[in-house]
C-alpha cells in the first residue's frame, strides 16, 4: 500500500513538473473560455429556424450572411449604437487619460504633507463596488437634467478608470529618471514644457497601456447606460443588442451576429495594440 501510494505520488509530481502541463492546462481553459464566443459565432451564421432545433446544431447546416447584412443596414439601428459606443469610449478614454496623466505625475514628482492620503483616497473610491454608486449617480444626474443623455454614462466610465489610472501611472512616475526632467530644465525648458517634451514622449507605452484598458472597459459597460439612457437613439452597443428581444420570441442569429459586429473594434484595437498593453504594465515595475 506504501509503495502504491509513493508510485502515485512520484506520477502526479513527474504530470506536474513536466514541462507540457501549464501549456496544458492552459489549452484546456481557453478552450472553456472560447466555447461561448464559439457558439456566438455559429449562430450568427444559421437561420432562425435552425437556432431553435433539438438537439442544437455545432455547425450550420445552411450558411448565411443575412444576419449580418441586416445589422449593418438602416433598417436596423446596430450602428447608431456603435456610433454611441465610439463616442463613450473615446471621450472617456481621452478625459480619463489626460486627467490621471497629470494627476500622477503630480502626486509623485511634487509630493506634500498628505499627498500620500490623496493617492489612498484614490483607490479607496475604486474599492467600493461599482454596483454601489449607480444610484447614488442617478440621483445626481437626475438634479443635473442628465438623466438619458451620453455624458452620464461619460462620467460615470471615467469614475471607474480614472482612479485605477492613477494609481498605476503614478507607480509608474516614481520611478522616472528625475536626471531627465533636471536636464531639460537646465536646457531651458520650463516644468510645464519638460513634461510635454521629455516625460510624456518617454512614458508613452505606459500611457498607451492605460488608455487601451480604459478603452476597453467604457466601451463593454452595460450597467450604467442600461440605467441611465433610455432613448434607443442613445443607447450603445452593448445595451442596443437589447433590440432582438421581443414579447414572443427573441431573435437569437441577429443578436449574435450583432454582438459578433460589437466585438470587432475592442479586438482589432487590443490586437494592433497588445504589446505596448504587456510593456506598458511592467515599465513601472524596475528603476530605468
Known amino acids: ?45 444559421k437561420q ?14 445552411l450558411i448565411t450572411l443575412e444576419n449580418y447584412i441586416f445589422s449593418l443596414s438602416v433598417k436596423g439601428p446596430i450602428l447608431v449604437y456603435l456610433r454611441n459606443s465610439f463616442v463613450i469610449a473615446i471621450l472617456t478614454t481621452a478625459i480619463a487619460t489626460i486627467s490621471a496623466v497629470f494627476t500622477a505625475y503630480g502626486l509623485s514628482q511634487y509630493k506634500y504633507k498628505g499627498s500620500n492620503i490623496v493617492l489612498a483616497l484614490y483607490i479607496f473610491t475604486r474599492t467600493i463596488p461599482p454596483l454601489s454608486m449607480l444610484i447614488p449617480f ?39 529618471p528625475r536626471e531627465l526632467i533636471d536636464a531639460a530644465l537646465i536646457d531651458g525648458c520650463s516644468r510645464t514644457s519638460a513634461i510635454f517634451r521629455v516625460v510624456l514622449p518617454v512614458s508613452a507605452t505606459a500611457i498607451g497601456a492605460m488608455a487601451i484598458i480604459s478603452f476597453m472597459w467604457s466601451w463593454n459597460e452595460f450597467l450604467a447606460p442600461l440605467l441611465f439612457v433610455h432613448d434607443d437613439a442613445l443607447k450603445p452597443i452593448t445595451v442596443g443588442l437589447f433590440y432582438f428581444v421581443g414579447d414572443e420570441v427573441t431573435e437569437w442569429h441577429r443578436m449574435c451576429a450583432a454582438g459578433m459586429i460589437a466585438v470587432v473594434p475592442s479586438m482589432i484595437f487590443f490586437l494592433l495594440a497588445q504589446r505596448y498593453i504587456v510593456k506598458g504594465l511592467t515599465t513601472g515595475a524596475v528603476k530605468f
Open 48 to 61: 432562425s429556424t435552425e437556432v431553435f432545433l433539438s438537439p442544437p446544431t455545432y455547425i450550420p447546416q
Open 1 to 45: 500500500m506504501i509503495m502504491a501510494k509513493n508510485g502515485i505520488r512520484s506520477f502526479i509530481v513527474k504530470i506536474i513538473d513536466h514541462s507540457l502541463t501549464p501549456y496544458t492546462v492552459a489549452t484546456l481553459i481557453l478552450f472553456f473560455m472560447l466555447l461561448p464566443i464559439y457558439w456566438m459565432l455559429i449562430t450568427s451564421f
Open 138 to 176: 442617478y440621483i445626481l444626474f437626475s438634479y443635473l437634467g442628465w438623466i438619458n443623455t451620453l455624458q452620464s454614462v461619460i462620467i460615470y466610465t471615467t469614475y471607474m478608470s480614472y482612479p485605477l489610472m492613477v494609481w498605476m501611472l503614478k507607480s509608474f512616475f516614481d520611478s522616472f
